[in-house]
Protein backbone atom coordinates (compact mmCIF):
# COMPACT_ATOMS: atom_id res chain seq x y z
CA UNK A 1 0.00 0.00 0.00
CA UNK A 2 1.53 3.20 -0.94
CA UNK A 3 1.63 6.40 1.60
CA UNK A 4 0.36 9.45 0.78
CA UNK A 5 4.15 10.88 0.54
CA UNK A 6 4.12 9.13 -2.38
CA UNK A 7 1.06 9.73 -3.57
CA UNK A 8 0.72 13.47 -3.94
CA UNK A 9 2.32 15.62 -6.50
CA UNK A 10 2.86 19.03 -7.10
CA UNK A 11 -0.74 19.29 -8.94
CA UNK A 12 -2.55 17.85 -6.47
CA UNK A 13 -1.64 20.89 -3.72
CA UNK A 14 -3.09 23.32 -6.41
CA UNK A 15 -6.29 20.76 -6.69
CA UNK A 16 -6.19 21.40 -2.60
CA UNK A 17 -6.00 25.15 -3.02
CA UNK A 18 -9.04 24.71 -5.10
CA UNK A 19 -10.89 23.09 -2.34
CA UNK A 20 -9.95 25.61 0.17
CA UNK A 21 -11.59 27.72 -2.44
CA UNK A 22 -14.82 26.12 -2.67
CA UNK A 23 -14.80 25.26 1.09
CA UNK A 24 -14.35 28.93 2.14
CA UNK A 25 -16.76 29.76 -0.59
CA UNK A 26 -19.29 27.64 1.51
CA UNK A 27 -18.61 29.38 4.92
CA UNK A 28 -18.63 32.99 3.44
CA UNK A 29 -22.27 31.51 1.57
CA UNK A 30 -23.78 30.49 4.72
CA UNK A 31 -22.40 33.45 6.50
CA UNK A 32 -23.82 36.02 4.39
CA UNK A 33 -20.69 37.32 2.78
CA UNK A 34 -21.91 36.85 -0.97
CA UNK A 35 -19.59 38.46 -2.74
CA UNK A 36 -16.53 37.24 -1.04
CA UNK A 37 -18.22 33.34 -1.64
CA UNK A 38 -19.02 34.39 -5.34
CA UNK A 39 -15.01 35.52 -5.78
CA UNK A 40 -13.77 32.45 -4.14
CA UNK A 41 -16.37 30.32 -6.40
CA UNK A 42 -14.94 31.76 -9.28
CA UNK A 43 -11.10 31.10 -8.08
CA UNK A 44 -12.49 27.68 -8.39
CA UNK A 45 -11.82 27.15 -12.32
CA UNK A 46 -8.23 28.93 -11.97
CA UNK A 47 -6.91 26.28 -9.52
CA UNK A 48 -9.03 22.79 -11.81
CA UNK A 49 -7.12 24.37 -14.68
CA UNK A 50 -3.71 24.88 -13.79
CA UNK A 51 -3.81 21.81 -11.56
CA UNK A 52 -4.24 20.16 -15.22
CA UNK A 53 -1.48 22.30 -16.48
CA UNK A 54 1.27 21.57 -13.55
CA UNK A 55 0.47 17.99 -14.12
CA UNK A 56 1.12 17.90 -17.60
CA UNK A 57 4.37 20.16 -17.26
CA UNK A 58 6.00 17.84 -14.49
CA UNK A 59 5.04 14.62 -16.38
CA UNK A 60 2.84 13.40 -13.52
CA UNK A 61 3.26 9.76 -12.01
CA UNK A 62 0.54 9.13 -10.09
CA UNK A 63 -2.47 9.91 -12.50
CA UNK A 64 -4.84 7.78 -10.80
CA UNK A 65 -4.75 9.31 -7.46
CA UNK A 66 -4.56 13.01 -9.14
CA UNK A 67 -7.85 12.29 -11.29
CA UNK A 68 -10.15 10.84 -7.70
CA UNK A 69 -8.76 14.07 -6.61
CA UNK A 70 -9.63 16.23 -8.80
CA UNK A 71 -13.15 14.66 -9.25
CA UNK A 72 -13.48 15.45 -5.30
CA UNK A 73 -12.73 18.60 -5.48
CA UNK A 74 -14.74 18.98 -9.02
CA UNK A 75 -18.22 18.13 -7.42
CA UNK A 76 -17.12 20.42 -4.44
CA UNK A 77 -16.00 23.53 -6.08
CA UNK A 78 -18.50 23.08 -8.98
CA UNK A 79 -21.78 21.54 -7.57
CA UNK A 80 -21.89 21.85 -3.81
CA UNK A 81 -20.36 25.27 -3.25
CA UNK A 82 -22.65 26.87 -6.12
CA UNK A 83 -25.29 25.14 -4.49
CA UNK A 84 -24.65 26.92 -1.24
CA UNK A 85 -24.30 30.33 -2.78
CA UNK A 86 -27.62 29.59 -4.42
CA UNK A 87 -28.89 28.92 -0.65
CA UNK A 88 -26.85 32.20 0.27
CA UNK A 89 -28.66 34.58 -2.01
CA UNK A 90 -32.30 33.49 -1.21
CA UNK A 91 -33.36 30.10 -2.85
CA UNK A 92 -34.25 28.47 0.77
CA UNK A 93 -37.83 27.14 -0.46
CA UNK A 94 -38.40 23.51 -0.91
CA UNK A 95 -38.77 23.88 -4.60
CA UNK A 96 -36.10 25.46 -4.56
CA UNK A 97 -33.82 23.35 -2.36
CA UNK A 98 -35.05 20.26 -4.38
CA UNK A 99 -33.40 22.24 -7.40
CA UNK A 100 -29.87 22.39 -5.81
CA UNK A 101 -30.04 18.78 -4.82
CA UNK A 102 -30.79 17.72 -8.23
CA UNK A 103 -28.11 19.87 -9.48
CA UNK A 104 -25.83 18.38 -6.84
CA UNK A 105 -26.66 15.09 -8.19
CA UNK A 106 -26.45 15.79 -12.15
CA UNK A 107 -22.68 17.12 -11.19
CA UNK A 108 -22.29 13.92 -9.56
CA UNK A 109 -23.55 11.67 -12.13
CA UNK A 110 -21.69 13.94 -14.74
CA UNK A 111 -18.12 13.29 -13.20
CA UNK A 112 -18.62 9.66 -12.52
CA UNK A 113 -19.57 9.12 -16.25
CA UNK A 114 -16.67 11.06 -17.50
CA UNK A 115 -14.42 8.84 -15.42
CA UNK A 116 -16.15 5.92 -17.24
CA UNK A 117 -16.62 6.84 -20.47
CA UNK A 118 -13.99 9.54 -20.90
CA UNK A 119 -13.62 11.93 -23.58
CA UNK A 120 -14.05 11.32 -27.41
CA UNK A 121 -11.02 13.10 -29.10
CA UNK A 122 -11.79 16.61 -28.56
CA UNK A 123 -15.10 16.94 -27.08
CA UNK A 124 -17.11 16.38 -23.91
CA UNK A 125 -20.26 14.27 -23.58
CA UNK A 126 -22.25 16.93 -21.43
CA UNK A 127 -21.88 20.27 -19.85
CA UNK A 128 -18.37 20.04 -18.21
CA UNK A 129 -18.87 20.97 -14.54
CA UNK A 130 -16.69 23.50 -14.02
CA UNK A 131 -18.59 25.57 -16.17
CA UNK A 132 -20.52 26.60 -12.70
CA UNK A 133 -17.87 28.00 -11.35
CA UNK A 134 -17.85 30.50 -14.05
CA UNK A 135 -21.16 30.92 -14.44
CA UNK A 136 -22.73 31.40 -11.42
CA UNK A 137 -20.58 34.31 -10.10
CA UNK A 138 -20.57 36.08 -13.19
CA UNK A 139 -24.39 35.75 -13.11
CA UNK A 140 -24.36 36.83 -9.66
CA UNK A 141 -21.86 40.32 -9.95
CA UNK A 142 -23.76 41.01 -13.11
CA UNK A 143 -27.28 41.02 -11.72
CA UNK A 144 -25.88 43.11 -8.59
CA UNK A 145 -24.56 45.50 -10.89
CA UNK A 146 -27.58 45.92 -12.97
CA UNK A 147 -29.61 46.18 -10.06
CA UNK A 148 -32.10 43.40 -11.18
CA UNK A 149 -34.95 42.83 -8.49
CA UNK A 150 -34.13 40.01 -6.08
CA UNK A 151 -37.30 37.95 -7.13
CA UNK A 152 -35.72 37.99 -10.88
CA UNK A 153 -32.20 37.44 -9.47
CA UNK A 154 -33.33 34.06 -7.73
CA UNK A 155 -35.79 33.42 -10.90
CA UNK A 156 -32.52 33.48 -12.96
CA UNK A 157 -30.80 31.54 -10.78
CA UNK A 158 -32.97 29.11 -10.05
CA UNK A 159 -33.52 28.66 -14.12
CA UNK A 160 -29.88 28.06 -14.16
CA UNK A 161 -29.57 25.42 -11.61
CA UNK A 162 -32.45 23.56 -13.64
CA UNK A 163 -30.80 24.05 -17.07
CA UNK A 164 -27.16 23.35 -15.64
CA UNK A 165 -28.61 20.57 -14.58
CA UNK A 166 -30.36 19.23 -17.75
CA UNK A 167 -26.89 20.17 -19.86
CA UNK A 168 -24.60 18.32 -17.49
CA UNK A 169 -26.17 14.95 -18.20
CA UNK A 170 -27.13 15.41 -21.33
CA UNK A 171 -25.66 13.73 -24.17
CA UNK A 172 -24.73 16.74 -25.99
CA UNK A 173 -21.39 17.25 -27.28
CA UNK A 174 -19.58 20.18 -26.16
CA UNK A 175 -16.13 21.04 -28.06
CA UNK A 176 -13.23 20.59 -25.99
CA UNK A 177 -11.83 24.17 -25.89
CA UNK A 178 -8.88 24.17 -23.66
Do not use: H
Not at 129 to 153: C, D, E, R, S
Amino acid sequence: MKSFRELIELPDFVTLTGVVSGLLSIFFSLAGKLDIAAILLFLCPAFDWLDGRVAKFIQRKEKAFGGELDNLSDILSFGVAPAFLGYGLGLRFPLSIMVLIIFILCGLLRLARFRVVGIEEGYYQGMTIPTNGYVLPVAYFVMKFLLVPQAWQLNTLLAWYLLSSMLMISSIRWKKII
